[in-house]
C-alpha cells in the first residue's frame, strides 16, 4: 500500500495529539482561526502578517500582532495564534518552525492554540529533509520541530497536556 | 580517574550514601512507583524501536552502533570538532568559553550577572548545572535562579533532587505534589486534577519568564558544521527560557559535540525513543546564535571529561545523551531509586561519571549496588560497555576503599582450592546441626539481615567432586553429535560446593548424550566473585588456575553460566596488556559452553527423549548475564519443551534479574530482596509451580526465597529437572546417588 507523505503525516502528527486540516487558501485558516478563538483574540506571526496582509483584515477586531517592545507579555496567552511551519515531516508528525525573530516565536509559544500552516508541497517524508531546509534558510537563528501541543509525565508519568507552550496545536496543509 | 576530594559542586549538601540507601528503602513510594514505570517504560519503548525499524529501514542495533560511532569520532579528537563548533557559533555571533571546573563556570556566569544587573535567572531542565552546583553558586552571588521544568521546580520549591535523569520526580506521588503547589500557591488542588496542577504551573511561572534577565539551559548536542546548540524539551518551557530573557547561557560538556546536523537527526532518533519512549519530544530546538539585540553564551565545561576520555575503559561513558534507558531497565534502580541508585547522576551511568565529576568517594557507595546483570548495556542507545564500566570503578573502589588489605587477604585465601576445601568442610560441620530439608536455619536471630528472606542451602559434607556418582558410568540415550566426544566438565564452585547434585546431574546428561566425560582434577573457581568485588589479581590467579586446568583442545561444558560470560566476556579484559594470558584466554573461550547451549546444541538428544515423569506446567527464569551477554533468549524454555514435552509456561519479566548478582547480595540484602520479590511474584503469577533455570547461584537464591517467602514453587537447575527424568535403566549410579550428602 502507498501511503502519501500527507496522510503518513496526518497520521503521526493525530498519534501526537495534533489536529490536521487540509485546507484550500487563507480564508480558510482564518475562518479556522475564528471558529476557535471564541471570544478571545488570534495572535499572528508578524512575518506571516507581512506576507498574507490580507489576514489582518479578515480577523478584524480579533487580531493581534506582537508589540514591537514587549512581544512575549503582548500575546501571552492569545486564545489561538497563527504562524507558518517551512515544513511538515511524515516521519514524526512534526512541524518545524523557523523564527528567528522574537515576534514570531512568542505567538508559537504563547498562544494558548496554535495554528501552524504548511503548504502541501513542503510536506517531507523524513527527517532527513530538516537539515537542508535549515541550510536552505541560511541557518536560521532560532528553529524549532515542535510535535504536538505541550505536555508533561513527570507527576505521576501521567501524561498532562498544556504546560508552558499551546495546549492544542492545529497543523493546517494548505492547497 | 580522580581519587582526590570531591570537586566542587553540589556533593557537599548530598547525604552519606548508607543513609540515602537506608531512606530509599523505608519509602515505599519509590520501589512501587519505579516498579509502574519501568513496566510501561519497557513496553511503549520496544514498540517505538519496532516502529523505527520500519522507518528508517534498520534496526535498533544497526542505529545504535552507527551513531555510537560518530560519537566516538568526536571524542577521539575533542580539540578539532570543539575549535570547529566554536568557530561557527561565534561566526554566528555566540560567545564559547571552555572552563575546566564547576567553580570556574559558576564564577563565570555569576560574574556576567553581576556585570548586567540580573538578579532573576529562569532554568531549563539541565543536569550539568546539577552537576556544577549552579543555582547554589547563583544564590550566593545573588541571584535567584527558578527552575521551570515542572519535576525541577516541585523538587525546587521541596528542597529535593533530581532521581532520575528524565524524570526528576518521578519519586513523588500525586498526592505530596497536590500538598505541596497547595502550600506554594495558596491555593488547594486535588491530586487527582494534574492537568489543573499544570495550569496553575504555568501561570505561576509566566511573570519569571517576563521578567527574568537570565535564561539558563543545557543542550542535547552541540552541532560543529553550523555551530547550533541543539535542546529538546516536552513542556515548551526549553524555548521560553532561551528565546525571552535578553541572555542566554548554556552550559554543556564538548562530549555532546555532534558533528553534523544530520548526525543531531539520527540523536534525535533514538534519543526520545529510548527517554520516554515517544518517537520524537515535543520541541527539537536548533539554536545558531543569539535572536537580533539579545546575547548567547555557550559554557563548555569539562569538570572531569578530559580525565573519563583519557581512560581506556571509562571514555565510552561520554557518548551519553542522557536518555536515562539504563535506569529504566535496572533492577536495583527500581527498588532503591535514583537518590541511592547514584549520586548526581543517576542510574547507571551514574555509578560511570560519578568518579570523573564527584570524585571516587562519591560513586563508591553506589557502585556496590550494581547486579552486573547486564539490562542497561542491551538499552544503551550508544552502546556504553555499562556493567563493564561500573566493575573498572568497582576495581578502584575496592584497591582504594577501606578494608582493602583485609579484603585482599580474604580473595587471596578463596583463590587456594585447598584452603577452600578445608573451610567448607569445616563450615558443613558446623551447619551439621542446623540443616532441615536441604536449608540451613539459623537460631536466635543470627544474621536475620541476611536469611530472614533467602533461607540459607545446606552445606554438604562432600562436594561434588568427591563424589563417585559424578564419575558413574551411563549409557547413550541415543547418538547424538557429541557421541563419543571428549568434553571437560567445570563444576563452578559454589555448585561444586553448595549444589553438587547440579554438577552430577550434568555429567549424567552429557554421558546420556554420549559424550566421555572427563572432571579435571585442579579445578577449583574460574575467578568471577573475585572480579566481581573488584580484586583483580585474585581474579587473575584464579582465571590463570583454571586455564591450566581446563587446557587442552576438549570441548568445555559447564553448567553455570555465569563462569562462560566470565571466559567470554571478561578473561581478555583481565588479561588485557598480557598478549601471552590474552592468547591462551582467547583460547579457552573458544571451547567453552554452557550446558545449556550444550544440550540444545552438539548434545541435543531426539524430542521426547526425556518425556517420562513429572507433567506439571514448567515456568523459567532466563539468568539474565545468559539474555543480556550470551543471547540464550528461549534457548531453556525450547530445550525442555522438545525434550520432556512439558508445558512451559511463560514467565513475565523472564530476563530480568533474579537479584543473586554475586557479593551484591550480600553487600546489599535489601536491595537483592527488593529485586527477588519482583521476580517471585512474577513466578507466583505465571501458575507454574515449578522454576526451572540454568545457573547455580540464581538457583539457590531463588530455592532460598521460595522457601523464605512460605511458596511452595521447586526450584531446580535445569540440569538437575532434566537429568531427574533420564530412564533408570540407564542409570549405573554408585550406591550413594543423589541422596548423597
Known sequence: MVTSAVETFRARAEEAQSSVHALAGWPEVAALAIALAGDGRVALAPSLARAQPALLAWLGARALLPDAAAPAASVADAAVGIVRGALAVAETGSVLLIEPDLADRCVSMLSRALIQVVERGRVVESLDAVPGALAEAGQPAYASLTTGPSRTADIERSLTIGVQGPHAVHVVVLG | ?741
Open chain 2, 1 to 741: 580517574m580522580s581519587d582526590g576530594p570531591a570537586r566542587s559542586g553540589p556533593s557537599a549538601g548530598i547525604a552519606p550514601f548508607a543513609q540515602r540507601y537506608r531512606g530509599a528503602l523505608a519509602d515505599a513510594n519509590v520501589r512501587g512507583g519505579l516498579l509502574g514505570f519501568q513496566r510501561s517504560w519497557q513496553g511503549t519503548r520496544d514498540a517505538q524501536m519496532l516502529a523505527l525499524e520500519a522507518i528508517a529501514g534498520r534496526g535498533f542495533g544497526a542505529l545504535r552502533d552507527e551513531f555510537a560511532a560518530i560519537k566516538d569520532r568526536v571524542l577521539a579528537e575533542p580539540a578539532r570538532y570543539v575549535a570547529q563548533f566554536r568557530a561557527h557559533a561565534e561566526a554566528a555571533g555566540a560567545v564559547v568559553v571552555e572552563v575546566g571546573s564547576a567553580a570556574e563556570a559558576n564564577g563565570y556566569i555569576a560574574d556576567l550577572c553581576r556585570r548586567r544587573g540580573i538578579t532573576l535567572a529562569v532554568k531549563g531542565k539541565s543536569m550539568v548545572s546539577e552537576e556544577i552546583g549552579l543555582n547554589a553558586a547563583l544564590a550566593a552571588a545573588g541571584v535567584e535562579a527558578v527552575e521551570t521544568d515542572l519535576g525541577e521546580w516541585l523538587l525546587q520549591l521541596a528542597g529535593d533532587r533530581p532521581s532520575h535523569l528524565v524524570m526528576p520526580a518521578i519519586h513523588w506521588r500525586r498526592g505530596q505534589v497536590a500538598a505541596l503547589l497547595s502550600r506554594t500557591l495558596g491555593e488547594p488542588f486535588d491530586a487527582d486534577d494534574i492537568p489543573a496542577m499544570a495550569r496553575s504551573v504555568r501561570a505561576a511561572l509566566r511573570e519569571r519568564f517576563l521578567h527574568a534577565g537570565l535564561g539558563l539551559t543545557g543542550a542535547n548536542a552541540l552541532i560543529a558544521e553550523t555551530g547550533s546548540v541543539m535542546l529538546v524539551t516536552n513542556e515548551g518551557n526549553g524555548r521560553l527560557t532561551s528565546s525571552l530573557p535578553p541572555l542566554h547561557v548554556v552550559t554543556v560538556g564538548a562530549e555532546k559535540i555532534v558533528p553534523s546536523l544530520a548526525d543531531a537527526i539520527r540523536q534525535v532518533r533514538l534519543l526520545a525513543r529510548s527517554a520516554t519512549g515517544q518517537p520524537i519530544s515535543t520541541y527539537t530546538t536548533f539554536i545558531s546564535g543569539p535572536t537580533a539585540g539579545h546575547e548567547l553564551h555557550i559554557v563548555l565545561i569539562d569538570n572531569g571529561r578530559s580525565a573519563l576520555a583519557a581512560d581506556p575503559a571509562l571514555a565510552p561513558a561520554l557518548r551519553c545523551i542522557r536518555c536515562g534507558a539504563c535506569a529504566n531497565v535496572c533492577p536495583a534502580y527500581q527498588v532503591v531509586g535514583g537518590h541511592a541508585f547514584g549520586h548526581i547522576y543517576t542510574g547507571p551511568i551514574g555509578l560511570v561519571t560519578t568518579a570523573a565529576h564527584h570524585g571516587l568517594a562519591a560513586a563508591a557507595g553506589p557502585q556496590s549496588l550494581c547486579l552486573s546483570c547486564g539490562a542497561c548495556a542491551t538499552v544503551c542507545p550508544v552502546a556504553i560497555p555499562l556493567p563493564a564500566q561500573i566493575l573498572e570503578v568497582r576495581r578502584e573502589a575496592f584497591a582504594r576503599g577501606r578494608g582493602a588489605r583485609l579484603r585482599r587477604l580474604a580473595w587471596r585465601a578463596f583463590a587456594s582450592r585447598p584452603l577452600v576445601a578445608v573451610a567448607s568442610r569445616l563450615l558443613a560441620l558446623a551447619a551439621l546441626p542446623l540443616r532441615a530439608g536441604g536449608f540451613t536455619r539459623l537460631p536466635f536471630g543470627l544474621a536475620r539481615r541476611h536469611v530472614s528472606w533467602r533461607t540459607p542451602p545446606a552445606i554438604p559434607w562432600r562436594p561434588a567432586r568427591a563424589r563417585a556418582a559424578l564419575r558413574a558410568a551411563r549409557a547413550p540415550l541415543a547418538p547424538t553429535a557429541a557421541s563419543g566426544r571428549r568434553v571437560l566438565l567445570f563444576l563452578q564452585c559454589v555448585a561444586d560446593r553448595l549444589a553438587p547434585e547440579v554438577p552430577v546431574a550434568a555429567a549424567a546428561l552429557l554421558r546420556a548424550a554420549g559424550a566421555e566425560v572427563i572432571v579435571p582434577p585442579d579445578q577449583h573457581c574460574c575467578g568471577l566473585p573475585a572480579f566481581d568485588a573488584g580484586d583483580h589479581d585474585a581474579a587473575r590467579r584464579m582465571a590463570r588456575a583454571t586455564i591450566e586446568a581446563l587446557d587442552g583442545t576438549d570441548d568445555i561444558v559447564t553448567a553455570a553460566p555465569s563462569c562462560v560470560v566470565m571466559m567470554l566476556h571478561d578473561y581478555a579484559r583481565l588479561f588485557a596488556g598480557d598478549p601471552a594470558w590474552q592468547a591462551r584466554a582467547l583460547g579457552l573461550a573458544g571451547r567453552v559452553h554452557d550446558l545449556a547451549g550444550y544440550l540444545a546444541g552438539p548434545a541435543r538428544l531426539p524430542a521426547g527423549t526425556l518425556a517420562a515423569g513429572d507433567r506439571a506446567p514448567v515456568t523459567v527464569h532466563r539468568f539474565c548475564q545468559g539474555s543480556h551477554l550470551l543471547h540464550a533468549e528461549d534457548r531453556l524454555e525450547r530445550l525442555i519443551a522438545d525434550l520432556c514435552g512439558v508445558e512451559v509456561v511463560p514467565l513475565a519479566e523472564a530476563e530480568v534479574c533474579c537479584g543473586f548478582g554475586g557479593a551484591t547480595s550480600l553487600a546489599a540484602p535489601e536491595l537483592a530482596a527488593g529485586v527477588l520479590a519482583r521476580k517471585l511474584a512474577n513466578v507466583g503469577a505465571s501458575g507454574a509451580r515449578v522454576l526451572v533455570t540454568d545457573n547455580p547461584g540464581c538457583v539457590l537464591h531463588l530455592r532460598g526465597g521460595a522457601h523464605a517467602a512460605g511458596l511452595a514453587i521447586r526450584t531446580l537447575h535445569v540440569a538437575e529437572y532434566l537429568a531427574a527424568r533420564l530412564p533408570a535403566a540407564h542409570a549405573s549410579a554408585s550406591p550413594r546417588g543423589a541422596g548423597e550428602r
